[in-house]
């Protein structure tokens, strides 16, 4: 025979699965997960073009864009650099007016040039733009142009450029031995963050409506009388979490196939590792937080109500969110192990590379303890609020009142 909350898990999970506003935000989210790879994967993969205005006679500007374009073409970036020959200074300038060139890169002064004339004329290297040039296109000029006058006068010197710069290299290592870069970590904790509060909220928010509707209409009193209310509150707990777990899921998938197709494919299995974790760890939490938001629905004697029953838990969910994702260092090895803030934490901390092997699993259990007690507490607060009507019921009077006898809980 099929135990009652499995009833009732069942039917919490069709009623959701075939809820029209949880289709389309899910399909809205995973639409923006896909949008967000897609143009990431595009800004990774295009090639910037950059038009160079040239002086005629300038030949040492015209080998340092010949040199970069050439250099970037070898090392295969997406950089492409075509030279716009004019005539004099103020051909140039008038190709940037126009946007005919995006720069103009001048090795000495040019008689002619607006401003630049007699002693005033400037010397030296420098790059023009009509607006600010390019920081990747100075950049790369930069580097060629440092690099093509140091071997000028290395072979003045009468020596070369790599005798110079010999020992001069600093290679980087990071000692902990993590590949991910610090920026990816901060990405993965604000995308874990994300996850959380939204499918503990948006859950969350679907099992309060639930029990405060089943209030409302006395339809719990009906149902009480062939479902003890433990079990009525389990399958709930059950059936919302099912629903959240595959939810996070679904999108943890989509957006761990997307990074496969963008230049953080090389951090794949360490991300895959910290979603699992995060599947592990949400899975435990949201327990909690799926019997903390059934309380709030049985507190609530409205629809009305539920904006003040349930507020505590979004500012706690909030909190959680900006918390998590902005943390370091001490503050987040703390919260790694502080429910719920370990959900998001802990498997940062796993993709960061500083948590030993050990503290995953204690945290989990730290989660564990945490999640039983608030089912506890949240259990008997259910059983005193949900048949009590005519306004607000306060966590106090929910507690204090015991119809486990009368109702058969």
Not at 316 to 323: C, D, F, S
Not at 388 to 406: E, H, I, N
């Amino acid at each position: 025979m099929t135990s009652a909350w499995m009833l009732v898990a069942t039917r919490e999970i069709a009623v959701r699965a075939l809820n029209k506003g949880f289709l389309i935000g899910l399909a809205v989210t995973i639409a923006m997960i896909g949008g967000l790879v897609g143009f990431s994967a595009y800004m990774d993969g295009r090639t910037e073009s950059f038009d160079v205005a040239v002086v005629a006679g300038d030949d040492a500007a015209l080998t340092a864009v010949e040199s970069a374009r050439d250099g970037a073409a070898a090392s295969d970036q997406n950089v492409e650099l075509d030279v716009v020959r004019v005539d004099d200074a103020a051909a140039a300038e008038a190709a940037l007016e126009d946007e005919t060139a995006d720069a103009w890169l001048s090795s000495e002064a040019t008689p002619g040039a607006t401003g630049a004339t007699g002693d005033d004329a400037a010397t030296g290297w420098s790059l023009s733009g009509w607006r600010e040039p390019d920081g990747d296109l100075a950049g790369l000029l930069g580097t060629t142009v440092r690099d093509q006058v140091m071997t000028d006068r290395a072979t003045g010197a009468g020596t070369t450029i790599e005798a110079l710069t010999a020992g001069s290299e600093i290679e980087t290592q990071r000692l902990d031995g993590n590949p991910v870069d610090p920026q990816v970590v901060f990405l993965a904790g604000f995308v874990l963050a994300f996850l959380f509060f939204t499918g503990a909220v948006g859950s969350g928010a679907m099992i309060a409506g639930s029990v405060i509707e089943e209030k409302q209409s006395r339809l719990v009193e009906i149902i009480a009388t062939a479902v003890p209310l433990r079990q009525l509150l389990a399958g709930k707990i059950i059936g919302s979490s099912v629903i959240a777990l595959a939810q996070n899921l679904l999108l943890a998938a989509v957006g761990l196939v997307g990074l496969s197709f963008t230049d953080l494919s090389a951090v794949l299995p360490a991300m895959t590792a910290t979603m699992v974790w995060f599947v592990v760890f949400f899975t435990v939490g949201f327990v909690a937080v799926a019997a903390l938001y059934a309380v709030a629905g049985s507190l609530a004697s409205r629809t009305e109500d539920l904006q003040y029953t349930t507020t505590p838990l979004m500012m706690l969910l909030m909190g959680v969110y900006i918390v998590t994702f902005s943390a370091d260092g001490v503050l987040e090895r703390v919260l790694s192990y502080i429910p719920p803030a370990s959900i998001v934490s802990m498997p940062v901390r796993v993709l960061n590379g500083d948590a030993l092997w050990w503290e995953p699993v204690v945290s989990l259990l730290v989660l564990v303890v945490a999640t039983l007690g608030a089912v506890l507490l949240s259990e008997r607060a259910y059983r005193g609020a949900l048949m009590q009507t005519g306004g607000r019921v306060t966590w106090r009077s929910a507690l204090a009142t015991d119809r486990g006898t009368t109702l058969g809980a």
